[in-house]
């Protein structure tokens, strides 16, 4: 690792009614991740190009950093945050302040707006719950549910051969 500083991460991001969901796209074996009340906390080196990548992200509202969990997927950082006030609908943002930062960028792919969630009863298939327990430690990590998993996209299937 050189002595250069550190920068943030690539950082996505999308909410559901009671859930915010974090991906730190960047390759990191062994990062330190802090889940507090007001904000997450992420370091680790690149394992591509030994950059040092380091943030903390102060939340729009509280969390529950006990029913909230992250899972190193190898090529980026998935994290699952439990919203303390279930009842608030949705974070107008991800952090207070009214400057959105630039490595910050909403996950349109897991989004799913306010309205969307009232009309189907709040699920696509997707059951947080069943990650965090996962992330915990129980079950086989090939029991674990994946974010690749939860939409399927029929424009990928029978795909022509590249001539």
């Known amino acids: 690792m050189s002595s250069e500083t550190a920068v943030p991460p690539p950082v ?6 009671e859930d915010v969901l974090l991906t730190f796209s960047v390759e ?3 990062p330190t991740i802090k889940i507090e009340k007001d904000s ?4 680790g080196v690149n394992a591509q190009d030994n950059r040092l990548h380091e943030v ?5 509202d509280a969390v529950v950093p006990e029913n909230s969990g992250f899972v ?3 090529r ?31 996950d349109f792919n897991k989004w799913k ?3 969307d969630e009232e009309d189907n009863g709040g699920g696509n298939n997707y059951d947080i719950s069943e990650m965090l327990r996962s992330i915990s430690g129980a ?3 090939q029991d674990k549910p994946s974010f690749d998993d939860l939409e399927s996209d029929s424009d990928d299937e029978n795909l022509p051969d590249l001539e």
């Open 12 to 17: 996505l991001w999308a909410q559901r009614k």
């Open 28 to 30: 990191s074996k062994d």
């Open 40 to 43: 997450v906390y992420f370091k």
């Open 56 to 60: 903390t992200i102060p939340l729009y």
């Open 72 to 74: 190193n997927k190898g």
């Open 76 to 106: 980026c950082i998935e994290m699952a945050l439990k919203k303390e006030k279930k009842d608030a609908g949705y974070w107008p943002s991800l952090t207070k302040d009214k400057k959105k930062p630039h490595y910050l960028k909403v």
């Open 113 to 115: 707006d306010e309205d």
């Open 139 to 141: 079950g086989d990590k």
